[in-house]
């Protein structure tokens, strides 16, 4: 028998960005393990996570990238993006400034990223609601645009994260085949 890799019907890399503090790692840690850090280590940290999902009958090996803490001193690269087909980005409903740079963040991903890459946008610390700088309407009207996905998030109180990669990992399946 091969082994479960061997199993995998498509390999798709993806990435995290927006600022620093966000979230992005947390997301990760959530999604493919989990787990949830109340401190946030943006030095140290996995390049990349895998976690596998089934989209209709086809089993999907999602490589999910995360920054090393390059994001605080804007210093992302385009081989971060190269290969990518979907990206996530985040922003925290709590800082607007956060909100306020996704801006940059898209400049970013139209000037490094695939043009057919598939872009998820999240808000996340959704569990924060009495510190909320961004209503989720501001939140729905950027993402439809821009043409992106939207979903707003909790890493800590899980909520929406399952939904939110799914819907980027089902976008791009959509998208590539
Ligand atoms: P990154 O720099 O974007 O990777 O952000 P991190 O994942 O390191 O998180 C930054 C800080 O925000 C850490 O202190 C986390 O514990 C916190 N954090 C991340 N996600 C959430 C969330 O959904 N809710 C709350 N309340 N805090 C969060
Ligand atoms: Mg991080």
Same mark, same amino acid.
């Given at each position: ?33 989990? /787990? ?34 390059? /994001? ?90 399952? /939904? ?14």
């Amino acid at each position: 028998a091969g082994s479960f890799d061997d199993e995998c019907d498509y390999l798709f890399k993806t990435v995290l960005i927006g600022d620093s503090a966000v979230g992005k790692s947390n997301l990760l840690s959530r999604y493919a393990r989990d /787990e949830f850090h109340l401190d946030s280590k943006p030095t140290i940290g996995v390049e990349f996570a895998y976690r596998n999902i089934k989209v209709g009958d086809k089993l999907i090996k999602a490589q999910i990238w995360d920054t090393a803490g390059q /994001e605080r001193f804007r210093a992302i690269t385009s081989s971060y993006y190269r290969g990518a087909l979907g990206a996530m980005l985040v922003y925290d409903i709590t800082r607007r400034a956060t909100f306020e740079n996704l801006k940059k963040w898209l400049y970013e991903v139209r000037q490094f990223g695939s043009p057919d890459m598939v872009v998820v946008l999240v808000g996340n610390k959704s569990d924060l609601a009495q510190s909320r700088q961004i209503n989720v309407e501001d939140g729905q009207s950027l993402a439809q645009l821009e043409g992106l996905c939207f979903m707003e998030t909790s890493a800590r109180e899980n909520v929406n994260v399952e /939904e939110a990669f799914r819907e980027m990992i089902t976008k791009i399946h959509q998208v590539t085949s």
